[in-house]
């Protein structure tokens, strides 16, 4: 028998109070809107509909803190939420537009990929990526293309990686594990010595990984305070 780590289990529940105070920040059409860089950010990235909202909620524990829905492409435009004290957030989380949908009409959809694109590649403050993949369909090219792109902050650990493989309360036991072993060796080949990847299933139903996930932005948000201002 393990005997529960009474540590670990502060930590835990610290980093859930810390993460159920995610709260509405602000809504930016234009990079140029954002706030200036100061607070770590964490970007939600995924295809549409791949359940970056959703997370967000499950991981606010607030039902409708971003906006959620069936209808693909329903971010549209980059949100904004503060976490941790209400006085002095330390981080901040932002759920971006989802990349993929053929439905978006075809001008707005190109203004989007580079708004989504600039912003990944250009925002100082971005310092931890959560990338949310349907674990019933893996890694799609624009995924990989996403990657890529990133390649250079990644590698060099500027900007840390967490792939949760989402809607796993929608696949079998073992084609979850199958889905983890596959996204798995797609991180490895982008692991370098100074990378920081991770990767977990995650259902923001079931509530399956959000401890984990939670403990995870907790982490990176300490860490950068930990940091000296640059
Ligand atoms: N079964 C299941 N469905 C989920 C889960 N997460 C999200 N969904 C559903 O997937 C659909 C899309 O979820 P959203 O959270 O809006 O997805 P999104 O990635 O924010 O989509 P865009 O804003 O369009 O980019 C909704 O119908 C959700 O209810 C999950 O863990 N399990
Ligand atoms: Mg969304």
Known sequence: MTMPDPHAAASNQAALAWAHSARFA???SRLHELPEAGLPETAFVGRSNAGKSS????LAQHKRL????KTPGRTQHINLFHVGPRDAPDAIWVDLP???FA???REAKKRWQAVVADYLVQRHSLAGLVMLVDARLGFTELDRQLLGYLWPRLASGEVKLLVLLTKADK???RDAQR???MAQRVLAELASEHSDIGVTLFSAHSGQGVDDVALTLHSWAAQHSAQPPA
Do not use: P
């Not at 971003?66 to 829905?69: I, L, R, Y």
């Open 103 to 105: 439905a978006v009409e």
């Open 26 to 28: 602000l809504t930016a």
């Open 171 to 173: 696949v079998a036991r």
């Open 179 to 181: 889905a983890l072993d």
């Open 55 to 58: 997370a967000i909620n499950a």
């Open 66 to 69: 971003a906006f959620a829905s």
């Open 98 to 100: 989802g990349y993929g």
